[in-house]
C-alpha cells in the first residue's frame, strides 16, 4: 500500500463531517425533547448516528479512509410516561407519552462529538504547520 497517497487532512475532514452530523442529530433531539406529536403520528423518537469507518491496511481504498456515517437510526425504547390529564395528547388514564430523550446524556454526547470536532481540527491544523515548516527548511 502506497501510505503518500493517504491524507490526513482528508481523514480529518471526514470526521469534521461525521461530527457535525452527531452534533446536528443530537441538537434535534434536544430540541424535541417534549414534542408529542409528531407529523407521522406518535411520540418523537430519539435519534442515533451509527458511524463506520476503514481501517488503514494493504488494499484499502485511500478514498475511503476515514469516518462514514453508515446510518441515523430511532431509538426504540418505551417513551417516557408523565401524568398530566390537561395535556390535548393525554390517554384515558391521564397519561402523556413524552420522548425517550435525557437532556444529560444529549448534553455529554455533545460535548464529545465537540471534542471529537476540536481533535480533527488540530489534525488539520497541525498538517498545516508541518508543511510550512517543511517548506521554511526547503527554502534555507
Do not use: C
Not at 12 to 29: D, E, P
Not at 54 to 59: L, W
Request: hydrophobic residues 40%; positive net charge.
Amino acid at each position: 500500500m502506497n501510505l503518500n497517497k493517504i491524507s490526513a487532512n482528508d481523514i480529518a475532514v471526514s470526521g469534521l463531517k461525521a461530527q457535525r452530523t452527531r452534533m446536528n442529530i443530537i441538537a434535534n433531539n434536544i430540541a424535541n425533547v417534549e414534542t408529542t406529536r409528531t407529523p407521522e403520528g406518535g411520540v418523537f423518537q430519539r435519534q442515533m448516528v451509527l458511524l463506520r469507518g476503514d481501517e488503514i491496511k494493504p488494499g484499502a481504498n485511500p478514498e475511503r479512509l476515514g469516518v462514514r456515517v453508515k446510518d441515523v437510526i430511532r431509538d426504540t425504547s418505551p417513551p417516557r410516561m408523565v401524568f398530566d390529564p390537561q395535556h390535548p395528547d393525554a390517554n384515558e388514564e391521564g397519561m402523556v407519552a413524552y420522548p425517550n430523550i435525557n437532556t444529560a446524556v444529549e448534553m455529554v454526547n455533545l460535548i464529545s462529538a465537540q471534542r471529537a470536532y476540536e481533535a480533527n481540527i488540530a489534525v488539520i491544523t497541525s498538517g498545516r504547520q508541518m508543511k510550512q515548516r517543511a517548506l521554511e527548511i526547503l527554502q534555507q
